[in-house]
């Protein structure tokens, strides 16, 4: 696609579910970044993937939070047991470089998931 | 590891005049990228401008351009001639150049409001 694309644009989730949110990058692109953007405050940092290896996952919160990227194209950024705190906007990005700041990083509109 | 201070939570400028976010930054590499992002109420990202830090003369992009103080570690962002179009949320981020696993780090943004 012309964009990277990320659904559903909105989730609304009980305390407990599992939730799954999807990300397509941009086609060809190698490198895929998810972000976390609680109201009010900058994305950050979750996890990384350079084709379908899956490189740093150093800021997924808990081991609620898994990231696959199984065909190095499409990524699944799923979380279980979802809590309150976990409601915020998460964030894909792509890149055509394997290497970070070579490259422009291409955001998606975001995934605004509520706990309730 | 790296910080990201934006310390203006709102800034509002005239519809053509000019205005300076200012951004901070900490960091224990020697070698990194810096970057200026949009972000407009439909949540997508959008790269303004980027600098690497290597290189001592300032990035220009139209009427966007950087005040880059590395000794200081001062980044600011102005805008010339503002337009409406200019309203969006803005954040400064950083980006170590080394492995290319790791993430950007955002500040917490500045809110850009463009008077008419």
């Known amino acids: 696609g012309a964009g990277v694309s990320q659904s559903p644009r909105y989730k609304v989730a009980k305390r407990g579910q599992d939730v799954a949110l999807r990300c397509d990058p941009i086609?060809?692109?190698?490198?895929l970044f998810w972000y976390q953007q609680a109201l009010g405050q900058g994305p950050e940092f979750l996890t990384y993937f350079q084709n379908e290896a899956q490189l740093d996952k150093s800021g997924l919160p808990s081991d609620r939070f898994f990231a696959e990227r199984p065909e190095g194209s499409v990524s699944t950024l799923k979380i279980q047991r979802t809590q309150q705190e976990d409601s915020a906007v998460y964030l894909c990005?792509?890149?055509?470089?394997?290497?970070?700041?070579?490259?422009?990083?291409?955001f998606g509109e975001g995934s605004r998931l509520t706990v309730l | 590891a790296q910080t990201v201070t934006q310390s203006q939570p709102e800034m509002s400028v005239q519809e053509a005049e000019t205005v300076t976010l200012s951004c901070t930054y900490d960091?224990?590499?020697?070698?990194?990228?810096l970057f200026w992002y949009k972000q407009p109420p439909s949540r997508q990202m959008i790269l303004v401008i980027r600098q690497e830090a290597y290189k001592q003369q300032n990035a220009t992009e139209n009427r966007f351009s950087v005040n880059f103080q590395k000794a200081a570690k001062s980044f600011s962002l102005k805008i010339s001639d503002s337009q409406l179009g200019d309203a969006a949320m803005y954040f400064c981020?950083?980006?170590?150049?080394?492995?290319?696993?790791?993430?950007?780090?955002f500040g917490k943004g500045t809110h850009l409001i463009i008077q008419p």
């Open positions: 086609s060809g692109h190698v490198s």
């Open positions: 960091t224990s590499e020697s070698d990194y990228y």
């Open positions: 981020a950083s980006l170590s150049s080394g492995g290319g696993a790791d993430g950007l780090t």
């Open positions: 990005a792509s890149s055509s470089h394997s290497l970070a700041g070579a490259g422009e990083l291409f």
